[in-house]
């Protein structure tokens, strides 16, 4: 290496240094923003369940045709039971999915027992 080339490159390494100290710290995230995320991975899970039922009804599918084929060859096949596939529905963010809930039901307070007997 060349004396300049080894100059470029301190000066730029000292450079960089601080460029990345005057960067400000990251503001508290707002209440806003928080529901945001959360509502982003709300989504992201049922996105993921969605995919997990898509999939096991595709393996359904396939099971079902293999297990016709072979019955059509004459062989007897004994499939695996499996859990059946849950549809996850729709997506409900969690303001809808709380207002469709039933309210709960108060329980009538039990009477006080009665006095004991000396």
Known sequence: MTPR?????????VASGVALAKLPAPAAPTDAQK?????????????GK????????????????YIAAE???GKAIMPQL???CVNPG????????????PAPVAKPAAAPAPAAKK
């Open 82 to 84: 499996t859990q059946p």
């Open 50 to 65: 969605v995919g997990a039922y898509q999939q096991c009804e595709a393996e359904s599918r396939v099971a079902a045709k």
């Open 35 to 47: 529901a945001a995320a959360a509502e982003a991975a709300a989504k992201t899970a049922h996105a």
């Open 5 to 13: 080339s080894i100059a470029v490159a301190v000066a730029l390494a």
């Open 90 to 101: 729709p997506f409900q963010t969690a303001g809808a999915a709380a207002a469709a809930a």
């Open 71 to 73: 019955k059509a060859k």
